[in-house]
Every structure is written in structure tokens, then in C-alpha cells.
């Protein structure tokens, strides 16, 4: 499962602006309820712009090439992350139903879209070095994208996070809060998984199954 290529240095300009749904914004800030601690940010006491990052403007050059203009609402899972995933299991889960509910009772039609950079040790000269549960963390992240069976994700590469070193698997188990209380009703698409680097990539979808609902005639 992916192949490590030549190094190389490639330049892409890009220039990607986007918008906040503040109205999305506040109805997620007012229906979360308090035991999630969540909060809004404000760049420059909302006087100026966030600047993006490359993390932001992939996906939304990816959104952009085929609806523009889409508003959007950037969430970010605190930094303790990076060292407490692990453990974050539970609550992650808990936030990602609370999104679901929310989400499914507004007015708005919604993409969620999570960042799904897995283990970043698959090279000794990479910045986090070499683990030999890189594959291994990967393979089970891939096991869940093609299925949604919570065991690869939330025991397998929870277990192994901490050595493989994946700052996407927070966002995945969010996600799979997220999608868990309808699982049935989503469909599961893996389009890629690569590795040209020293960390670990997929690619895949999960759209809601249509049901056709009866239609009843009303009576007098």
C-alpha cells in the first residue's frame, strides 16, 4: 500500500478565499451543550480575516472546482491532541453525535469534510523518524474508511496512534461519532490511500443513502 517516491520540490500557487456561515456558527455554539467547551474564534477582534493554511486550502480548492462561493464554518480539535488522542476517544465520539444532531435539524444542507493525514512515520528521514506500526496504523484507518466497522479505528489504531503519530485520527473519530447513530443509512466510498511521503493519505466519501419515503394521502 503506497509507494515512496523521489523527493522533489514542486510549487502551486493557489489563491483560495473563503467565507464564514456565522449563522451555521451560531446555531453550533448555541446547541452544543457546555460539557464540550467549545468556544468561536476571532482573528484580530474580528476586525481581519484568518489567514488559511495550506490544511484548509486543499480541501477547499478541492470544494471550490465544483461549487464556489460555498460558506463555510473551519472547526479545530484542541492541541492536546497531539499527545492525548488517545484518551479523547470518548469525548470526540460524544462531539461528533452532538454535531450529527445538530446538523441533521438545520435548515442548511451540510458537507462535513475531515482531514485524513494518517501516520507520519513511514520514513527514518522523515521529521518524526521511522515506526514499524506506520502500515499497520494505516491499514486499520483504511479498514474503517471502506466499512465504518468501528473496531479498526477506535481499538487497532487507537492502540497504535501514539507511535504512528497521526494528526487525522482525532478528526476520523470525531467523525465517526458523527455518522455511528445512523450508520446504516451511509454509504462507504475509499477513492485512494498512498503514502508518497513520509505520512500516510486517503481519500474517501460517505454519502447518505436515499429513502424513499410513502406518500400518505390525507383524508378528511
Known amino acids: 500500500m503506497g509507494q515512496d517516491l523521489p523527493k522533489q520540490n514542486i510549487s502551486i500557487p493557489v489563491n483560495i478565499s473563503c467565507h464564514s456561515s456565522t449563522e451555521l456558527l451560531e446555531a453550533l455554539l448555541s446547541a452544543l451543550p457546555s460539557q464540550n467547551r467549545v468556544s468561536s474564534l476571532q482573528a484580530f477582534g474580528d476586525s481581519q480575516p484568518f489567514p488559511l493554511g495550506w490544511g484548509e486550502v486543499l480541501p477547499l480548492r478541492a ?22 488522542s488517545a484518551n479523547m476517544v470518548p469525548e470526540l465520539l460524544h462531539l461528533g453525535s452532538e454535531l450529527f444532531h445538530i446538523l441533521e435539524n438545520h435548515e442548511l444542507k451540510v458537507a462535513v469534510v475531515i482531514s485524513a493525514d ?31 466497522n468501528p473496531q479498526p479505528l477506535l481499538k487497532t489504531a ?10 487525522g485520527f482525532s478528526g476520523m473519530v470525531m467523525l465517526h461519532g ?14 485512494q490511500y498512498a503514502h508518497p511521503t513520509y505520512y500516510g493519505m486517503l481519500v474517501s466519501i460517505y454519502q447518505r443513502k436515499i429513502t424513499a419515503i410513502p406518500l400518505l394521502e390525507k383524508r378528511q
Not at 124 to 146: E, I, K, T
Open 118 to 148: 494518517l501516520a507520519h512515520t513511514h520514513q527514518a528521514s522523515g521529521p518524526y523518524g521511522y515506526s514499524p506500526l506506520a502500515a499497520p496504523f494505516d491499514n486499520a484507518c483504511v479498514a474503517w474508511a471502506q466499512t465504518l
Open 158 to 167: 487507537r492502540k497504535l496512534q501514539s507511535k504512528a503519530i497521526s494528526c
Open 178 to 191: 458523527l455518522l455511528s447513530d445512523t450508520a446504516s443509512q451511509w454509504t462507504p466510498t475509499m477513492y
Open 63 to 84: 470544494i471550490h472546482f465544483f461549487h464556489e462561493n460555498i460558506p463555510v464554518v473551519i472547526l479545530s480539535i484542541p492541541n492536546r491532541r497531539y499527545t492525548d
